[in-house]
């Protein structure tokens, strides 16, 4: 589990296609710091496992279905990646509950910064993500916890402050670009509740309005 706090900035130092899967080599600092092997790292907000080490490196192993819903085949050496480490029992949770387990990718489409500083970010998104989005809904993209602004359609918009667009790699960006998404679980939970014949839950639609969930 990790928290959406992004610790530090790695670089791909190598990823390379290995029959169906990949390995992908990351250069860091931070990050390597107390891990072992067999340990998770979040790159980019997906969870993957270390299988061996450097000074200054780290090794993963990518799945062949982490290959499929992420923007990870188009990672080449020298690219910009977003490392956190797994939560553990003795830390604040300054973002939100994130799995490592993305859901697909979302598309950018711009950047505006506002008077404040703040920096507006659009992305679009397929249906099967959208449904799970809401105004003032967590959202993690790239593995940064973020709150929705606004959506309409298939695409939403992000407010992020200048600490985070400057000490992640959003800030290196461009239009139609992918990012990893990882949508709020509880919206999976509550979809599950509602609409699975087999269950015997009291959790209906109408409860969900009268408390102000949906």
Request: aromatic share 8%; proline share 1%.
């Amino acid at each position: 589990m990790f928290t959406g706090i992004i610790e530090e900035i790695g670089q791909v130092k190598s990823f390379k296609t290995v029959s169906e899967n990949a390995e992908i080599v990351v250069e860091c600092s931070k990050v390597l710091e107390d891990t072992k092997i067999g340990d998770s790292i979040s790159i980019n907000g997906v969870c993957q496992t270390v299988i061996s080490m450097t000074d200054t490196t780290f090794t993963a192993e990518v799945s062949k279905e982490t290959l499929s819903v992420t923007n990870f085949l188009t990672l080449k050496a020298g690219d910009k990646v977003n490392l956190e480490r797994a939560l553990t029992l003795n830390e604040r949770i300054g973002g939100h509950i994130v799995s490592g387990h993305v859901d697909g990718v979302a598309k950018f489409l711009s950047s505006i910064k506002n008077s404040n500083n703040f920096y507006e970010l659009v992305f679009e998104v397929n249906d099967e993500i959208a449904r799970y989005i809401i105004k003032k809904g967590s959202i993690t993209l790239n593995g940064i916890s973020l709150t929705v602004v606004n959506i309409q359609g298939n695409t939403f918009k992000v407010a992020v402050i200048p600490h985070t667009f400057e000490n992640t790699n959003l800030s290196f960006l461009k239009p139609n670009q992918n990012v990893n998404v990882e949508t709020d679980v509880f919206a999976k939970y509550i979809e599950k509740f509602l609409f699975n014949e087999r269950t015997t839950s009291m959790i209906t639609e109408d409860f969900l309005k009268e408390n102000g969930f949906i």
